[in-house]
């Protein structure tokens, strides 16, 4: 597929995905929830790609919400189909997937936008960011997994308190309550996001695919049996073997995801 509306350039095993619509704020469409899908499905597929990292081109938004003028006709059914559609192939795409995605938050976030970050496993937020779900102010609410996601991270309470008033929060705020994991300057976003996918890309490939679908099943009644499934399975690869090895022969390991 060629994209339109994303960047996307692999450097030293990260995936950079820019989704590129700055003078729209870089909210999303149709066009461009079909790229993430593709571009998505090839990070997952690609051997070469250790983490992902996504932002927003400019500084303005990471992705200010979804363009409401493609859906303002939409039937009860069509709505449903909308939501059922993005959640599978992108939102639920990303949580599930054994690549570590980080949203390096460089602006609004809002809507779909926040729903997109909040389906990344890490998020980082310059201090000129601004969160929130304003779905309610629409007659709607959140349909890319807000209202799931978003309880899981800041709790019941407070994960009520946005949606039904629908207001911003800073990204200190989101810091504080358990939004996003870092906020920086934004001169030093991109930095940071790197930096902790450095880290995360130099350790072995199949554990770090584990340990996501292993925290992915937190909610679930069955998580620790699903804890424990995958940590058995991580004895049977070459990478616990490699990382066994130089732990004893006091040396860096050298993990090759099999």
Known sequence: MTYQNILSEIKTNILYITINREKKLNALNKETLAELADVIAYAEETGE???VLLTGAGEKAFVAGADISEFAAYSTAEGEELARVGQAKVFNAIENSSK??????????????????MACHIRVAAETARMGLPEVTLGLI????GTQRLTHLVGKGRALEMITTAEMITAEKAEKIGLV??????????????????????????????????VNAAKDK????TEIKEFGNCFGTEDFKEGVNAFLEKRRSEFKGR
């Open 142 to 145: 959140p349909g890319y997994g």
């Open 49 to 51: 790609v250790r983490a």
């Open 181 to 214: 994991n870092h906020v920086v300057p934004l001169a030093e976003l991109i930095n940071k996001a790197e930096e902790i996918l450095n880290k995360i890309k130099e350790r072995a490939p199949l554990a770090i695919a584990s340990a996501i679908k292993s």
């Open 222 to 225: 069955d998580g620790f049996e």
């Open 100 to 117: 570590p995605f980080l949203a390096a938050i460089n602006g609004f976030a809002l809507g779909g936008g926040l729903e997109l970050a």
